[in-house]
């Protein structure tokens, strides 16, 4: 089974590892996109109070959070698609549209290089890169820390 919580961790640790003074945004926008799906992860199993996520209807858990939208319906995996996995998550979805600054953010972490330039996913087919990080760094904090301070809404 998947620790979303621990890969979330990990991949956060990465990337304040990499040495900011040498070109690794590549890497740490490509970390940092997978730090933000894993927490994403670990928050859909907890609202919906299921342990697994699969890629297709058979194998996945329907959700348990009564009273909600997607109650008694199947939890796919969202894949890399972090629109999704916040859409799979009706409350928090909710706040989301109503902060306007969230979905911004969100995507400077998806598509860091622009929305005409590959996600944060395929980034690992690009060698290197002149965009600044301090941005990046900016939108990686903020959706942070909005789904620290989120997270009571889905319990």
Not at 82 to 87: D, Q, S
Request: a positive charge; hydrophobic letters at 40%; aromatic letters at 10%.
């Amino acid at each position: 089974m998947e620790d979303f919580t621990g890969a979330y961790l990990a991949r956060k640790n990465d990337i304040f590892a990499l040495p900011r003074n040498q070109n690794h945004a590549v890497a740490i926008f490509h970390l940092g996109g997978i730090a933000i799906e894993c927490r994403l992860k670990a928050m859909l199993l907890k609202y919906h109070r299921i342990t697994k996520l699969g890629f297709k209807v058979s194998d996945s858990e329907k959700s348990k959070r009564i009273g909600d939208a997607m109650y008694d319906n199947p939890i796919l995996n969202p894949g890399h698609n972090l629109l999704k996995a916040i859409e799979d998550m009706p409350v928090l979805n909710a706040a989301a549209l109503s902060d306007s600054y969230f979905f911004g953010h969100l995507e400077n972490i998806r598509r860091p290089l622009g929305l005409s330039n590959p996600d944060y996913i395929n980034l690992r087919y690009i060698p290197d890169t002149q965009q600044a990080i301090s941005a990046w760094q900016d939108s990686f904090n903020y959706i942070n820390q909005w789904l620290q301070q989120n997270n009571r809404i889905i319990l």
